[in-house]
């Protein structure tokens, strides 16, 4: 018996250090979630030399043309003789709230078929957050740009905002597995 509860001991200890942080539900939370650094969050503050109105007119344009997008992948595991395929479409939605004093850009991504394999429970239904933007006006032809992602994964969309916004190019992203 005195085994048996050592080794419960034991399980419950690894168990408890393997604590999944939730899954944010909205920009907020996932701004949290970043601030802590959950999930190899970053967060990235720049000052561009483009006033606010301008940055955001960007913003809003390329949203509209680049990020709204639909992306298939095949995915073939060889076993053997046997090849067995699946396709899956990554949903890329954004979403943009504005005001005089503050823009915000939401990114956030779903897989269609859903594998329903959730660490730190069930993402939104429009996907999990993969980028948070803000914008705000830092002064007379200046605006702060705020990003909250992954340091590693998904930095397609960081990379090309961060472009639109210095004026450097205004192409769009490629989107391709862990963009």
Same mark, same amino acid.
């Given at each position: 018996m005195r085994k048996e509860a050592g080794l419960l001991t034991i399980i419950v200890f690894l168990l408890s250090s393997c @604590?999944? @942080?939730p899954t944010p539900q909205n920009a907020q939370e996932y701004r949290t979630v970043a601030k802590e650094g959950v999930y190899g969050s970053n967060i990235d503050t720049y000052v561009v030399n483009r006033s606010y109105s301008k940055v955001t007119g960007i913003i809003k344009a390329k949203?509209?043309?680049?990020?709204? &997008? &639909?992306?298939?992948?095949?995915?073939?595991i060889y076993t053997g003789t046997s090849k067995n395929c699946q396709t899956t479409t990554i949903i890329y939605t954004p979403t943009l709230r504005s005001s005089s004093r503050k823009t915000e850009l939401h990114m956030q991504r779903r897989t269609e078929p859903s594998s329903d394999i959730y660490l730190g429970g069930k993402p939104p239904a429009t996907g999990m957050y993969i980028s948070v933007f803000d914008f705000e006006p830092a002064g007379k032809n200046k605006t702060k740009v705020t990003v909250y992602s992954p340091e590693k994964f998904f930095q397609t969309i960081p990379k090309a905002v961060k472009r639109w916004t210095k004026g450097t190019s205004m192409s769009c992203p490629v989107f391709a597995q862990g963009s």
């Open positions: @604590a999944v @942080a949203t509209k043309q680049c990020l709204n &997008k &639909k992306v298939s992948e095949t995915h073939c």
